[in-house]
């Protein structure tokens, strides 16, 4: 790798901010709202699940009764984003999650909250995130010119909202009580809602052909295995997602609490969460020539988190490890978005999103599940070297695809308004279908 691989371009940007974009400015808003919710829904979930007596393993049956949908039912959720438009679809998902979680708040209130009442609505709630999360992709594209910006404010904003969302979540709880807190949930996807139901004016092209939904899928499954780059990133990062994602937080965590206490552990998971906030700050900086290597190669920093724990390092170390760990994360996550929208036609772009969302979270929850016994036979701390060194291995395969080194940067598409976006919200320019292709 050169030096030019990774050049930084200090000059000022010719695009604009994409704050000047009423459309952005709204799509922001609505995002930050349901990423609010988001994190608040776990603290609000587990204490209503322990109040209700269920204990730990109900709290494990109404998490996965929410995440099965989203895994089953997300590359449908591309197939309808394409064929309806992404926004009519998000503002369905979040009036439906709105109804979810006011349903809870009602039974919490009437004293009558059983187990399978909250896995039915937390299902009900999954599936609508599985049609919400794949048009988020092809959003961005038509609400801001500089989309890598773009990226990194949502990132920011991404960062924030999950540090702020337990806390709001937990003296929500303390202060007033659990059905409250799912009523502020609610609210918040009903903003989300009522920021993206504006955006439905965007001259967006549907899919009006009749073709199946089987044939949609293949279709989306063809342009995901055509680019070599899109694939190959995919597969890496499954097995990342076993064998780094899956056993760094629920054994990080356990071994933090022990080593620092569980006041050193909060300390440190916020140490990481301002790690991402300085990383997504970086994504609105450093605009590399190969997106995909320099994201990469901060995700080399990410063996950290495991590591500090397995090693036993200092508070002050493994907090320090935090932030940098949680700052390439986020680099890579901007650099990962950005080359996804603007190297993949917007006509597709929310099947083949679907696509990376899958491949992305499918074996996740295995990892998790099978970290336990692994650290019940070999020791939490082996098992977190081992993810740490696997971090290393599985980066340093990725950088070895041809692809993924040579993919550029690519110019950024105009939005619709080519660049009037406070004109109105109804302008269009009609190159939905010509989207920039793989070089």
């Known amino acids: 790798m050169t030096t030019n691989d990774v050049t930084v371009e200090r000059e000022k940007n010719s695009l604009p901010s994409p704050w000047r974009s009423s459309r952005f400015r709204l799509f922001f808003a609505a995002r930050s709202t349901s990423l609010l919710a988001d994190g608040m829904l776990m603290v609000s979930l587990t204490t209503a699940v322990l109040g209700a007596g269920y204990g730990a393993a109900g709290v494990g049956y109404a998490l996965a009764a929410w995440m099965a949908p989203i895994v089953l039912l997300v590359l449908f959720g591309g197939v309808l984003a394409d064929r309806f438009t992404p926004q009519v679809m998000m503002v369905g998902a979040d009036v439906v999650r709105m109804a979810a979680m006011l349903a809870l708040a009602v039974l919490l209130t009437a004293g009558d909250l059983r187990l399978w009442h909250m896995m039915a609505l937390l299902a009900l709630s999954g599936a609508a995130t599985a049609m919400f999360q794949p048009g988020l992709a092809s959003l961005v594209p038509r ?173 002050a170390v493994t907090a320090l490890t935090g932030v940098v760990a949680g700052c390439g994360f986020a680099f890579w996550g901007v650099m990962w978005a950005t080359s996804i929208q603007t190297h993949i036609p917007l006509a597709v772009m929310s099947r083949v999103s679907a696509y990376d969302v899958a491949g992305s979270i499918m074996v996740i929850p295995l990892g998790r599940a099978l970290s336990g016994p692994a650290a019940d036979s070999l020791g939490a701390d082996r098992v977190l070297l081992f993810s740490s060194v696997m971090g290393l291995v599985l980066i340093a395969v990725m950088l070895s695809v041809p692809a993924v080194r040579a993919l550029r940067r690519a110019p950024e598409r105009a939005t619709e308004a080519d660049g009037r976006e406070d004109s109105g919200l109804t302008e269009a320019d009609g190159r939905e279908d010509g989207g920039l292709r793989e070089r």
């Open 143 to 315: 609400v801001a010119e500089d989309i890598q910006r773009a990226n990194a404010l949502l990132r920011v904003s991404e960062s924030i909202c999950t540090l702020l969302g337990p806390g709001v979540s937990g003296l929500l709880v303390a202060h007033w009580n659990v059905a409250g807190s799912f009523v502020v949930i609610a609210a918040a996807y009903a903003c989300s809602a009522l920021g993206l139901a504006p955006l439905r004016k965007l001259c967006t092209a549907r899919d009006e052909s009749d073709e199946p939904i089987l044939r949609r899928l293949a279709t989306g499954w063809h342009e995901f295995r055509s680019r070599s780059w899109l694939w190959g990133v995919i597969a890496v990062w499954a097995v990342y997602g076993l064998f780094v994602f899956g056993p760094a937080l629920p054994l990080g965590a356990a071994l933090l609490t022990e080593q620092h206490g569980a006041g050193g552990y909060g300390w440190i998971a916020s140490a990481d969460g301002a790690g991402t906030i300085v990383g997504g700050l970086l994504g609105l900086r450093v605009r590399p020539r190969r997106p995909l290597v320099a994201g990469a190669c901060a995700m080399f920093f990410f063996s950290l988190n495991p590591l500090a724990p397995a090693l036993g390092w200092s508070f």
